[in-house]
């Protein structure tokens, strides 16, 4: 599973970028981008922080 991101949703808060143990997302344009897909471990944690529900663990498939 990747994070992936609704962009249309995505406020650019920062939230997921926090939450990451790892360094998946950035920030670009006032918005969050899966920058380094293959350090997501599957925690979790960037769905669970993202106030607006933009944020979805995905088959990569
Ligand atoms: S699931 Fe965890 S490791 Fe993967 S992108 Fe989200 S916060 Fe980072
Ligand atoms: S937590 Fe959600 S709204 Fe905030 S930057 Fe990440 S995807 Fe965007």
């Known amino acids: 599973m990747i994070p992936q991101i609704s ?3 995505c ?3 920062g939230a ?3 939450a990451c ?3 998946v997302f950035i920030l670009e344009n006032e918005k969050s981008r899966v ?3 293959e350090e997501c ?3 979790g944690a ?3 922080s993202c106030p607006v529900g933009a944020v979805s663990l995905v088959d990569p498939a």
Do not use: F, N, Q, R
Request: net charge negative; charged share 25%; aromatic share 0%.
């Open 16 to 18: 997921c970028v926090e």
């Open 46 to 48: 960037c769905e669970e």
């Open 21 to 23: 143990p790892g360094e």
């Open 7 to 9: 962009l249309p949703l």
């Open 11 to 13: 406020t650019g808060c």
């Open 35 to 37: 920058a380094l897909p």
């Open 41 to 43: 471990i599957e925690c």
